[in-house]
């Protein structure tokens, strides 16, 4: 989230996902869903896997006309590998249109037309010279970062307990899944490239996630714009909705007219990998 004031004109599904309630866990705020059982089972309650975001966190002020907190943005400073630079000028043909006047006497074709995202970012990110910014990098120099221990928090989810009552008897066909995920576990994965941590320093918003063989199951979602009618609002609630269904990363298959604008709304609205 830029410096811009905050304004709520658009509107996108908000609140806690139903039977479940937004918890945050460890020193990093790790976020993840409680589902209370009944009363009467004297169970305490499980605690799943969340890829929703603020979204389903009723205490969190959804304003995606300022996009969501810059969750990383601190630690990807703190590392002192980054520099500033200005964006460079969006085109008209970024956006599909032939000229610069098109996007205002044409723009409003047949997917609507679409305001660039107010809070867009003047300067962007990127390696300082001779440096290299992926985790893969820190992983193979033997550094454990703030995104290993947050993947390391989300892949456990009560893994301790569990192997205290279950007996490994399967065939493991190869894989290596430890019965406590730790920080180091993650950065050997990383560091062997047997995991991806994929999570660009220009979406600090973006929560840290490991797709990888020893790691949970991930999902991907496809979203695209409508051939009818769309607006931003709209495209952005697709990608909420699918997080909110549990998909770990989306694919915005979007085309046509103001698709630069189209998806730098939603990549400044989502907590989870944008393709």
């Not at 905050?6 to 976020?31: C, P, Q, Y």
């Not at 300067?123 to 550094?143: D, E």
């Not at 999570?199 to 918003?205: A, R, S, T, V």
């Not at 699918?242 to 979007?254: E, N, P, Q």
């Amino acid at each position: 989230m830029g410096d811009a004031p905050a304004r709520t004109e658009l509107k996108v599904t908000t609140g806690a996902i139903r039977g479940s309630r937004k918890i945050h866990v460890g020193n990093l705020g790790v976020a993840m869903r409680a589902v209370d059982l009944e009363p009467s089972s004297g169970e305490p309650p499980v605690v799943l896997y969340d890829t929703s975001g603020p979204y389903s966190d009723p205490a969190a002020r959804i304003d995606i006309m300022a996009g969501l907190p810059e969750l990383r943005r601190e630690w990807i400073r703190a590392r002192g590998d980054v520099e500033e630079v200005s964006a460079r000028e969006v085109r008209p043909e970024d956006n599909g249109l032939r000229q610069a006047a098109q996007s205002i006497s044409e723009a409003d074709g047949r997917n609507g037309r679409v305001q660039p995202f107010p809070n867009v970012r003047k300067r962007v990110l990127r390696a300082k010279p001779g440096s290299n910014v992926t985790q893969m990098h820190y992983a193979r120099r033997g550094i454990v970062t703030p995104e290993m221990e947050y993947v390391a928090c989300r892949e456990n989810l009560g893994r301790e307990n569990l192997a205290r009552e279950l007996k490994r008897d399967g065939e493991d066909f190869g894989a290596a899944i430890p019965d406590f995920v730790t920080p180091e576990f993650v950065r050997d994965e990383v560091a062997r490239g047997r995991a991806i941590i994929p999570n660009n320093i220009n979406h600090p918003e973006s929560e840290p996630m490991a797709i990888g063989r020893n790691f949970l199951v991930k999902i991907n979602a496809n979203i695209g714009n409508s051939a009818v009618a769309s607006d931003v609002a709209s495209e952005v609630d697709k990608m909420v909705w699918a997080i909110r269904w549990g998909a770990d990363t989306v694919m915005d298959l979007s085309t046509g007219r103001n698709i630069h604008d189209t998806r730098e709304w939603i990549i400044r609205n989502s907590p989870v990998p944008i393709g």
